[in-house]
């Protein structure tokens, strides 16, 4: 594989080796700048505009970068390494459809809170806003979708603007920084100085939480006789999976996270209930409906998990703890809100906080209905069901990879059958639901990663959507492990149009794809696939020992649904239950 972190220098010596005055271009300026955050991998593609970055790096035995093959796999890349790691991705594309090729990934990170910094290339200054070869106006396109956003103009701002986006994109409600760099700019010379102070007038994140509203919600659980926590991604990328089981632990409240906030407490533990929402668990959904009192740890209470929002926790009083305090109150009114960082919140809690010693009825009532409606599906021995393959995989891998998905069908089959006891092991695209995003998104955590199993489960819609990175994990020896659950459709698209649009099945058969096995083959990348239950656990295990990358296409049943499911329109506790009704 190709180098890491630990073949890279220490901040220290870096400094030690730049501590003479030089003047450098801005491409070199920019190359010793992220190399001084630590940064250990890049993942990029280049072009005209960037042209003098990438010459900047020809011999620069301290940079890493990765070329992909499509700047949406650099970019896709550069979010998996972050969610896996905790660190801030990077990736580097050139001017104009470079620059709006990252578009959909800048989104997907945004909507789910991912720290990376984003650098495009841009035609040279005296160009700017003329219409010219590859221009266009990321900075304004991407506006939206980015937490902060620079147009350098001088090459000497480039440490500061550099330092200043690192400390934005990882810090309070984090996300993508974009950074966008004229041609001209990339070459200007200047005196190098590395920048390590940050002052942002307007910008101070309240991470300490006012401890007069954390008592407000110890005293609202010392009362509760129906309390849930409601755990979501902001645990997870706060750190604070070990202060959530014990605040847990602690009060006695049984928790449910959502889809992105998997991992941040143990899946075995005997309160946890599994994920809420639309294909959540019977129990979760039932708890959240009956609760007399909703604590929601850094989740956004998106409509995933609501769903109906007018019928959403009818019973209970609300409190929302989340670093940024814009959430609080957008979709569910909240009667204890509490502004800072999950760990922090939750630190100060669990020195006060008591046993929930009134629900000791609602404990059990819990723990019978886990009992008896756990996930469930009908297996066969004739076909090969995708919750088999899944199980299957969590076997093999003893509940201890790095998992990504694509988005679908398999990607709630995965939420459903694999469960998580780590955080930063389960890496998917929860808000903006991106498809393609999977794979390339397990070239990043498998970098950021390298002693680590990475699988990345997907459908046959997605792997199609960036596939051609196979390319780089034959390449550089990316020992990622794919699982392709291959239907023949849309998965998803065609459970709704069955199941909503009364069986009017339009444009969805994918019976067309590739030979997976052959495409895997042909970028030099080792494959196999299986039809039936022994065929999958053989294929699957010779996957996993083999020391490279490794593809295992499933042929899995075509009209199989994801089940449970709240349909759009209805509250969380009117579910399908599929077989089980």
Same mark, same amino acid.
């Given at each position: ?130 219409? /010219? ?201 909240t009667d204890i809100p509490i502004?800072g960082d999950v760990k922090a ?14 629900a000791d009825a609602w404990r ?7 009992? /008896? ?209």
């Amino acid at each position: 594989m190709v180098a890491n972190s630990a073949t890279l220098k220490s901040k220290e010596q870096l400094i030690e080796k730049w501590s003479k005055q030089e003047v450098i271009s801005g491409s070199e300026m920019l190359l010793r700048s992220l190399l001084l955050e630590g940064v250990d991998c890049v993942f990029g593609y280049p072009g005209g505009a960037v042209l003098y970055i990438y010459d900047a790096m020809y011999g620069f035995e301290d940079f890493n970068h990765l070329l992909t093959r499509h700047e949406q796999g650099a970019i896709h890349a550069a979010d998996g390494y972050a969610r896996s790691t905790g660190k801030v991705g990077v990736c580097i594309a050139t001017s104009g459809p470079g620059a709006t090729n990252l578009v959909t990934g800048i989104a997907t990170a945004y909507m789910d809170s991912v720290p990376l910094v984003v650098i495009t290339g841009n035609v040279a200054t005296t160009l700017i806003g003329t219409d /010219a070869f590859q221009e266009a106006d990321i900075v304004g396109i991407t506006m939206p979708i980015t937490k902060h956003s620079y147009l350098v103009r001088k090459a000497e701002d480039l440490p500061r603007i550099i330092h200043e986006a690192f400390h934005i994109a990882n810090s309070g409600r984090k996300g993508p920084v974009l950074i966008d760099i004229p041609k001209d700019v990339s070459n200007e010379k200047a005196l190098f100085k590395p920048h390590d102070e940050v002052k942002l007038r307007g910008y101070n994140p309240t991470v300490q939480p006012n401890k007069q509203q954390v008592d407000k919600m110890l005293r609202a659980i010392e009362q509760a006789e129906r309390p849930v926590l409601l755990v979501g991604g902001g645990a997870v990328y706060s750190g604070a999976h070990e202060e959530v089981l014990a605040f847990a632990e602690k009060t006695g409240i049984p928790v449910t996270t959502t889809l992105l906030g998997l991992g941040a407490f143990p899946s075995g533990h005997e309160l946890h209930m599994g994920f809420p929402g639309m294909h959540g668990t019977w129990t979760a959904n039932m708890a959240i409906q009956e609760s007399d009192l909703l604590v929601n740890i850094g989740a956004r209470f998106d409509d995933r998990v609501t769903g109906k929002l007018n019928g959403f926790a009818p019973h209970a009083k609300i409190v929302h703890v989340d670093i940024d305090p814009a959430e609080i109150g957008k979709n569910v009114p909240t009667d204890i809100p509490i502004v800072g960082d999950v760990k922090a919140v939750l630190q100060q809690a669990v020195a006060g906080a008591k046993y929930a010693s009134k629900a000791d009825a609602w404990r059990a009532q819990i723990a019978e209905r886990k009992a /008896a409606k756990p996930f469930t599906y009908k297996d066969s021995d004739e076909e090969l069901k995708p919750q088999w393959v899944v199980s299957m995989i969590h076997e093999t891998t003893n509940g201890d990879a790095i998992v990504t998905t694509d988005v679908g069908q398999h990607q709630m089959w995965a939420a459903q059958y694999y469960p998580f006891n780590k955080p930063r092991s389960w890496v998917t695209s929860g808000g903006l639901g991106t498809m393609g995003f999977g794979f390339p998104s397990a070239i990043g955590a498998q970098m950021g990663n390298p002693d680590r199993t990475v699988v990345s489960i997907n459908g046959d819609g997605g792997m199609q959507m960036c596939s051609q990175e196979l390319a780089i994990c034959a390449i550089n020896k990316i020992p990622v492990k794919v699982a392709i659950l291959n239907n023949q459709v849309l998965g998803m698209v065609r459970q709704w149009q069955e199941l909503i649009y009364d069986n009017r099945f339009s444009h969805i058969d994918l019976a067309g794809s590739p030979d997976f096995v052959k495409l895997a083959e042909a970028y030099g990348v080792k494959a196999f696939r299986a039809t039936n239950k022994d065929e999958a656990r053989t294929a699957w295990e010779a996957a996993l020992a083999h020391d490279g990358p490794a593809v295992v296409e499933f042929v899995v049943r075509k009209g199989e649904n994801v089940y449970p499911m709240v349909t759009q329109g209805s509250t969380i506790d009117q579910m399908l239950m599929g077989d089980d009704e």
